[in-house]
């Protein structure tokens, strides 16, 4: 049933109740957000609006959520599409609201319970039939901006068709991978993932490791976060993790394993200290001034962070995930005592709980992977280290509780673009087919850095004509750093400014090229620099809603030369006021938080998408691709009033208070000669390259570029 909600009530401003009205008011939706009386509400929600990470995309964001009393604002509820409730953990508590609201909701409106591990089934009791059929559990992940699982969790009463719409409609609408779970403690996330933040600790203890090494070792080498163990327990709170536990141990007293959610020696230590992780100011980990503490799990004090000395980690890093834990698994070091401790209980136990509480081995698997993280569960490790009989997972089939292979999820819409098939290969460039006449450019060099030989290598496989609608991107971790850093220091340092001239001309004549063609550029991680010029040379430009995109140039003391800086002028002609904002946000090397926040700078345009869903990027790419018509930059408007002396008052106001420095001002003169005195879109491009040259030449801006190149990080001199 295809149910059109567009209007949301969160009841509970708590910190997940406001996290989910904040993230369902970033992707659109009108949402108010309830609590017992107005001034609870309200300083709920101002402490969620100064919440880091951010809850919102968009700080304005934040007005658009109408917040209000629950006796008072009942014709909110009256009036919602979906009743989201998200009150305090407790069981009667959520009871008694609902014997509250029944009466109030519309019949065809969702109604759930966001909880991390309450029965629902109790949660239910005393409601009439038509409520439990409709009647389900969700398990946001907090920040549920930046955490995509959600579990789904229906009790035997709830009908098959509130689970099939529910589930469709926070995949699509809510930018959620949904897993739907089995109601029983914890679910699957709490009942298996907070175990096994428990047991990682009680091996460290037991082993007498750091807690720097054992986040070294259960970090990115084991395929995690680079929060590992203990940077984990710190951000999830001390007390969040014994809670969970508790509830754990009271709720499953036939289980074996639970032996092991005793609390640990030194979290124990720590809760009764109330050092309960980042929200106390510490945990395992602590700040003082400018250094980072670690706790000493043996003396159970703080000291200086001691840097882990696990060769073997460096020595395998570059493993695929399978290789490094089994060869791991046999190291005779600190980091193979800990993974034999660790991995094969932790696998056992995944064993004996996926019957239980999960519906199959990938939707386990799932949640590890899109809850905590993991780049692999606990069944397709099993099978990388061979730790069971059969493998749980062979190509597209899968065991079923019967010890039967059965078809695993077929789910199209949510490809990677590895999942495209290569059809060629270039040096710096692989072509991917995406079906319906679409093809992906997905860059291979390291960043996606545009260097002169993809340049060139592009530029000749465009003019060819073998290509006529495609997808730009890239196959490294984001869509590109930019343009080749390491070019311009070499013509620079050698003076091969005729190398330079060429090189900038190519760069802005492939844009223009791409703009000719119909494209969508799919963007993630970082779309900086160059790699901006170009993706905004597509006629759509298609970004994940993290991806921080910007024009960071002055950073380096140079000006956008690929075309950005002609492309700026071109898209805020509308007045001198426009002209001069586009002046501070150049020369202020600004990059965006996020997508959305990108807009606010006039990076991204009218018909550029954010695509909400972390994993639609490339299916959405696609589709706009195929409807995609190109778009030259054509005409120019010449806009009238004192822009130079206007943009030269907002670099000196800049100076003043410190955001500029006497070379910044240098730059932003260059950039003042684009917006302020170039008569066409092509003068503009020259332009661009002249000043680029000037600033090339200063030896600021080579001590700029060599300190990016030497340590990842801005110079300001």
Not at 581 to 587: C, F, G, I, R, T
Not at 672 to 683: H, I, N, R
Request: net charge neutral; charged share 25%.
């Amino acid at each position: 049933m295809d149910r059109n909600v567009r209007y949301v009530v969160v009841i509970g401003a708590g910190t997940m109740g406001s996290g989910i009205a904040a993230h369902l008011a970033n992707l659109g939706f009108d949402v108010s957000l309830l609590d017992v009386n107005d001034e609870a509400v309200k300083a709920a929600f101002d402490r969620a609006k100064k919440a880091r990470p951010p809850h919102f995309y968009v700080a304005d964001t934040a007005e658009t959520v109408r917040l209000g009393s629950i006796d008072r604002e009942t014709q909110w509820i009256r009036d919602a599409d979906w009743v989201c409730e998200a009150i305090v953990e407790k069981a009667e508590a959520k009871k008694s609201l609902f014997s509250l609201i029944e009466p109030l909701l519309r019949p065809d409106a969702f109604i759930s319970t966001n909880t991390s591990g309450l029965e629902i089934s109790v949660l239910a009791q005393g409601r009439s039939a038509d409520f439990r059929s409709r009647f389900i559990g969700t398990h946001f992940f907090n920040p549920p901006r930046y955490l995509k699982l959600l579990e789904l969790i229906p009790t035997p009463e709830t009908s098959a068709q509130t689970v099939k719409d529910m589930s469709a409609f926070l995949e699509a609408r809510c930018a959620r991978r949904v897993v739907v779970a089995k109601d029983t403690p914890g679910f699957i996330a709490n009942r298996f993932g907070m175990w096994s933040m428990y047991y990682a600790t009680h091996c460290a203890e037991k082993l007498g490791l750091t807690v720097e090494q054992v986040d070294a070792i259960t970090g990115p080498f084991m395929g995690r976060p680079r929060s590992g163990s203990f940077r984990l327990n710190d951000l999830v709170g001390l007390d969040i993790m014994e809670d969970i536990a508790n509830n754990l141990l009271a709720r499953c007293p036939d289980d074996p394993y639970t032996k092991h959610l005793a609390p640990p020696r030194s979290l124990k230590y720590l809760r009764d200290k109330g050092w309960i992780g980042d929200k106390a100011g510490q945990g395992y980990y602590r700040r003082e001034g400018k250094e980072l503490m670690s706790l000493d799990l043996q003396g159970l004090g703080y000291r200086m962070r001691l840097e882990p000395q696990l060769g073997s980690i460096d020595a395998l890093a570059k493993m695929p995930l399978a290789e490094r834990l089994r060869e791991g698994l046999n190291l005779r070091d600190e980091v193979g005592e800990f993974m034999r401790a660790y991995l094969p209980l932790t696998l056992e136990y995944a064993e004996y709980l996926k019957n239980d509480i999960s519906h199959g081995v990938e939707d386990f698997d799932r949640v590890m992977m899109w809850g905590f993280g993991w780049e692999a569960g606990p069944f397709a490790i099993a099978d990388m280290v061979h730790a069971a009989p059969k493998k749980y997972f062979d190509g597209d089939k899968m065991l079923d509780s019967a010890g039967n292979y059965v078809a695993r999820k077929h789910e199209p819409q949510y490809r990677t673009i590895q999942d495209f098939p290569i059809i060629a290969k270039h040096d710096h460039f692989n072509i991917r087919e995406m079906g319906d006449g679409v093809e992906a450019i997905c860059t291979t060099t390291k960043m996606g850095v545009f260097t002169i030989g993809l340049v060139d290598e592009l530029t000749a496989f465009l003019e060819d004509g073998k290509i006529s609608r495609f997808v730009l991107t890239s196959e490294a971790k984001s869509f590109s750093a930019g343009y080749d850093l390491q070019f311009l220091l070499g013509c620079a340092s050698e003076k091969r400014f005729d190398d330079l001239e060429k090189g900038l001309n190519k760069f802005q004549q492939l844009g223009l090229l791409i703009s000719k063609l119909p494209s969508v550029a799919a963007v993630f991680g970082f779309c900086l620099g160059g790699g901006f010029e170009m993706a905004t040379s597509c006629s759509v430009l298609a970004a994940q809603p993290e991806a921080q995109i910007g024009l960071p140039e002055a950073k380096v003391g140079l000006i956008p030369g690929g075309g950005g800086t002609a492309h700026i002028r071109q898209r805020n002609s509308t007045g001198a006021k426009a002209l001069v904002e586009s002046a501070k946000v150049l020369a202020l090397g600004t990059v965006s938080a996020n997508a959305d926040d990108a807009r606010r700078y006039g990076f991204l345009r009218r018909e550029d998408v954010t695509v909400y869903h972390p994993d639609m990027l490339f299916t959405e790419a696609k589709n706009l691709a195929l409807k995609a018509t190109p778009k030259p930059e054509t005409g120019w408007t010449d806009v009238s009033g004192p822009i130079t002396g206007m943009i030269e008052q907002a670099y000196s106001e800049l100076q003043k208070v410190g955001e500029m420095t006497e070379h910044d001002v240098r730059v932003g003169d260059q950039i003042k000669q684009v917006l302020a005195k170039s008569t066409s879109f092509e003068d503009a491009l020259a332009r661009e390259r002249n000043a680029f040259q000037v600033l090339l030449k200063e030896g600021l801006t080579v001590l700029r570029i060599r300190h990016m190149l030497e340590t990842g990080k801005p110079l300001k001199n």
